[in-house]
Every structure is written in C-alpha cells, then in structure tokens.
Nanobody, 115 residues
Framework: QLQLVESGGGLVQPGGSLRLSCAAS????????MNWYRQAPGKQRELVAG???????NYPDSEKGRFTISRDNAKKTVYLQMNSLKPEDTAVYYC?????????WGQGTQVTVSS
C-alpha cells in the first residue's frame, strides 16, 4: 500500500504561485505513477498533471505551461508547482498513486485563489 499526505495549499492572490507537496510512505514509491487531481465545488474531479516513475510527465492541454509536476524518489515526494494562478484554480487538490490497477489517494489540500 501507499499512504499519501498532501501539504502546501492555502490562500493566494490571482497571479500568484504555490507549490504543493505529497509525501508518500509505505510501498516502493518509485514504481508508482503519481498524479495530481483537483475537485472544485459542484464539479467532477479532474486530472491536473501526472508523472511516471521514470519522470515522464503528462498534462491536460488546459494546464500546459502553468503547472509543473516533479518527483523526488529518494524523498518519496511528488510536487506540483502552480504559477499564474487564477480564481478558477480554486479547488481541493489530491495526490494519487497508481500501479497495476491499484489507486491510492491522499486526503487533499485546499487551494483558494482570491483577492
């Protein structure tokens, strides 16, 4: 199993930046593909970014250029750098780890973009 704990959320002004972290414990971290999802009130959870164990990244077209996912396998941590934040980025951000059909989720961290 994989236990995931997100941190780094908070209140930021439009145009600002945040870096989210997701610390993993349990199984061998490097073999998991790690993803960041978000869920805004009244909306479905959506993929924000993904990264394989080898470091290949994947972004939905809507997020390319503003968000950057990275990982440090030695620290068992995945990061999400978010720049040029907009009010519509307000959501709970979740860390997700997947391997061979098994998926694990963190508890989420709130990001609020507001002036």
């Amino acid at each position: 199993q994989l236990q995931l704990v997100e941190s780094g959320g908070g209140l930021v002004q439009p145009g600002g930046s945040l870096r989210l972290s997701c610390a993993a414990s349990g199984n061998i971290f490097s073999i998991y593909t790690m993803n960041w999802y978000r869920q805004a009130p009244g909306k479905q959870r959506e993929l924000v970014a993904g990264i394989t164990g080898g470091g290949s990244t994947n972004y939905p077209d809507s997020e390319k250029g503003r968000f950057t996912i990275s990982r440090d396998n030695a620290k068992k941590t995945v990061y999400l750098q978010m720049n040029s934040l907009k009010p519509e980025d307000t959501a709970v951000y979740y860390c997700n780890g997947v391997r061979l059909g098994h998926a694990y989720w963190g508890q989420g961290t709130q990001v609020t973009v507001s002036s």
